[in-house]
Each structure stands twice: as structure tokens, then as C-alpha cells.
């Protein structure tokens, strides 16, 4: 296995006790990283960090809500304290609208809470993380993005104007960033078997009330890619790794899409 230079790197994930945060978690804790998991209730964090595997796994959570300015910087400045420094960061917080609503029937407030979760928290986070970087010398930002920030889909117009808006902001990033030695990229992908947890789940744990109301469909139909299967979770990790990685050090600005093949047919 080809070192990652990852080993006792510094890495904190955003949404990090979700499906998809879990898996990079347990990729990163694979090659030795240090693991910082952000989730908006400790307990979370605290739950995925006792699933991880591996020797010496070195994990703490970072808990904090990932839209609002202070608690992320509340947040920095307390993995800055316990390990000194921040080397990447993967911003995969996001949150979905279930069951999928057409823009006329959106309320406001929907569209609000989904780009603030999947977009302005990716913001907050380089805000406050960028020059925690800038002073060790450089480092790598991974956001995640989606096949919907691509093309539309049914009922998921916030999802998908926030997603293309996290492909923008990442180009935005790396032209900003580029001089202080810090590689901004994102990775975009297709659809899964998991679903994301919705607002109306997320809003149920900021209030204490457990898991919140089960959506009754997921978004969209599935048309199969080029590879003929929905991806699986462990598809998106190896991408991640790799962009947060050594191997990665001349790519900045840009996004891989992770799709199976989807979007070679359009």
C-alpha cells in the first residue's frame, strides 16, 4: 500500500457521525490520521468514534452547529487547542429535503436551512480553518459535493442549487487559497443506497427529541450508470483520501465526480 502521508495529520469532518462522515472517519483512521468528528450533538460523535477500528485510533468530537459562525469558530479553536493544528478538513455536512418538494411548495425556511447546512457551513469552516493552516505552512480541504450540484432533480431544487454552489465555492477557494500552499477540491457523489438525514431530523436533534419523523420516500428515481449499480459508501472513501492526501499536492479547483459513469451519458 502506497503511504497517503495522512499518519498523524490533524483532520476534522464536518458531519462527521453521519453515513458518509462515519466511512471517512474510518479511512482516515486507517492511515493513522488524527480524527476530529463534528456532529451537532456529542453523543453522535462520541458513537462514531466508538466504531472506529484500528490501532492507536486517536479521535475526539468537535461538536458545534455547522451554520453558525460562532459555534464553528468555537469549534476550530478547540481542535486547534487539542492537537495543535489543523492539516484537512472535510466538509460533508448536508441535509436533505424527504419527502422531495417542488420550488412552489418549498417553504422559505426549508430552502434556508438546507443551504446554510450544505453551503454556508462549507464557508464558515474555511473561514476559520484557512488561517489555522496559513500558519502551519499549508494544508487540504475536501468538500462534498453531489451529482445534484450537476443537474437538477425532481423536487430537489435547494439540494442541488446548494451542491453546484459547494462546486463553485470550492474553484472559488482554491483561487484564494492557492498561494498559502492550501488545496481546495471536491468530490461529487452519484446516488447511494443511504439516504441523508433530513431537515426535519436535524431540527429534532437541535431540540432533543431524538431522530425526528421518518421521511416516508427517498428523492428522485434511479436511472442507472455506466456501471450499472447505486454506489456504495466505501466507493466515495478512497476519493477522499486521495484529495486529502501527498498524491494530491498540484490538484486545486477541482471537482470528481463519483457517479458510476452517470454523467458520461448525458
Aim: with cysteine; charged share 20%.
Amino acid at each position: 500500500m502506497r503511504d497517503l502521508g495522512l499518519k498523524d495529520k490533524v483532520v476534522l469532518i464536518t458531519g462527521g457521525a453521519g453515513v458518509l462522515g462515519t466511512a471517512f472517519s474510518q479511512g482516515f483512521a486507517d492511515h493513522g490520521a488524527k480524527l476530529a468528528i463534528n456532529d451537532l450533538k456529542e453523543e453522535k460523535a462520541l458513537e462514531c468514534i466508538g466504531k472506529l477500528t484500528g490501532p492507536a485510533v486517536e479521535a475526539v468530537p468537535a461538536t458545534g452547529d455547522v451554520s453558525d459562525d460562532a459555534d464553528v469558530a468555537r469549534m476550530v479553536a478547540g481542535v486547534v487547542e487539542r492537537f495543535g493544528a489543523i492539516d484537512v478538513v472535510v466538509n460533508a455536512a448536508a441535509v436533505q429535503i424527504y419527502p422531495p418538494k417542488s420550488i412552489t411548495d418549498m417553504e422559505p425556511g426549508e430552502w434556508d436551512f438546507v443551504l446554510d447546512i450544505c453551503l454556508k457551513a462549507a464557508y464558515l469552516s474555511t473561514r476559520h480553518v484557512a488561517p489555522v493552516m496559513k500558519r502551519r505552512g499549508g494544508g487540504k480541504i475536501v468538500n462534498i459535493a453531489s451529482i445534484a450540484g450537476h443537474r437538477g432533480t425532481a423536487g430537489g431544487a435547494a439540494y442541488s442549487a446548494a451542491k453546484g454552489g459547494v462546486v463553485m465555492l470550492t474553484r472559488q477557494m482554491a483561487v484564494e487559497l492557492g498561494r498559502d500552499n492550501i488545496n481546495v477540491n471536491s468530490v461529487s457523489p452519484g446516488f447511494t443506497p443511504n439516504r441523508l438525514t433530513t431537515i426535519y431530523e436535524y431540527e429534532a436533534l437541535a431540540k432533543g427529541a431524538g431522530q425526528g419523523p421518518e421521511p416516508s420516500h427517498a428523492a428522485g428515481e434511479f436511472t442507472p450508470p455506466a456501471l450499472g449499480r447505486k454506489g456504495e459508501v466505501e466507493d466515495f472513501v478512497g476519493p477522499v483520501l486521495f484529495l486529502a492526501s501527498r498524491w494530491a499536492d498540484y490538484i486545486t479547483g477541482a471537482d470528481l465526480p463519483v457517479e458510476g459513469g452517470r454523467m458520461a451519458a448525458r
